[in-house]
């Protein structure tokens, strides 16, 4: 009886050192998550043909407005996303016209 026992209790032992995974993964590389009124990351550096997605988590609806014009989002609720292809390199800043101190970069390459 206390062979298994030392065995399960091995086994127990053997997996509590193992590494864990983290519980949450990273964010998706070409997404910004709106959050606690706060675009995040606030700045994103990609390559010329990238599609960026934000996703609003937020409790309140948020827009996402290029300062050029380059791209414009209606208002978006809870979990609603918009996306935006950049095809030209360049620095693209946008702001929530609705909270106009949120503000954010994509560095387009």
Same mark, same amino acid.
């Given at each position: 009886m206390r062979a298994p026992?030392?065995?399960? &209790? @091995?086994?127990?032992? $053997?997996?509590? &050192? @193992?590494?864990?995974? $983290?519980v949450s993964a990273a964010p998706?590389?070409?997404?910004?998550?709106i959050k606690d009124f706060m675009f995040a990351p606030v700045s994103l550096t990609i390559k010329a043909g990238t599609t960026?997605?934000?996703?609003?988590?937020?409790?309140?609806p948020h827009t996402v407005?290029?300062?050029t014009g380059a791209f414009r989002s209606a208002a978006m609720d809870t979990?609603?996303?918009?996306?935006f292809k950049f095809d030209k390199p360049g620095e693209y800043h946008f702001i929530c016209t609705i909270h106009p101190q949120m503000m954010?970069?994509?560095i387009v390459q």
């Open positions: 026992f030392l065995a399960t &209790l @091995a086994g127990l032992t $053997a997996l509590a &050192l @193992a590494p864990i995974a $983290a998706p590389a070409n997404r910004i998550t960026v997605t934000w996703v609003n988590e937020d409790e309140e407005v290029s300062a979990k609603e996303s918009f996306a954010g970069t994509v």
